[in-house]
């Protein structure tokens, strides 16, 4: 089976950001604390996006700060060779 984001742009730091921004603001509608944020990140996250999250230390993904930062470190250092961002316009789709 093909992978349906193989062939999607890289996207750029501010869709990133725009994407966690998204996030935060349909956590805070349906009124999520920060484990339930956490969780719906690592639900929404598939493939290499998701493969990095789970290759992360309990240290960073135990708050929702050290997931956003390290998340926004990860697009910045290397926005034309990780899949991680590929992976976001999909829950974009999903949700305009």
């Given at each position: 089976?093909?992978?349906?984001?193989?062939?999607?742009?890289?996207?750029?730091?501010?869709?990133?950001?725009?994407?966690?921004?998204?996030?935060?603001?349909?956590?805070?509608?349906?009124?999520?604390?920060?484990?339930?944020?956490?969780?719906?990140?690592?639900?929404?996250l598939?493939?290499?996006?998701?493969?990095?999250?789970?290759?992360?230390?309990?240290?960073?993904?135990?708050?929702?700060?050290?997931?956003?930062?390290?998340?926004?470190?990860?697009?910045?250092?290397?926005?034309d060779?990780?899949?991680?961002?590929?992976?976001?316009?999909?829950?974009?789709?999903?949700?305009?």
């Open positions: 089976m093909r992978d349906p984001c193989e062939n999607l742009q890289r996207v750029t730091q501010q869709t990133a950001e725009q994407w966690l921004c998204h996030l935060e603001n349909s956590c805070t509608y349906k009124n999520y604390d920060e484990p339930k944020k956490l969780a719906l990140c690592k639900v929404l598939t493939g290499s996006a998701a493969a990095w999250l789970d290759a992360l230390p309990d240290g960073v993904t135990g708050t929702w700060n050290a997931l956003k930062e390290r998340f926004l470190q990860r697009v910045t250092q290397q926005p060779q990780h899949p991680v961002t590929a992976q976001l316009l999909p829950f974009q789709d999903r949700t305009a």
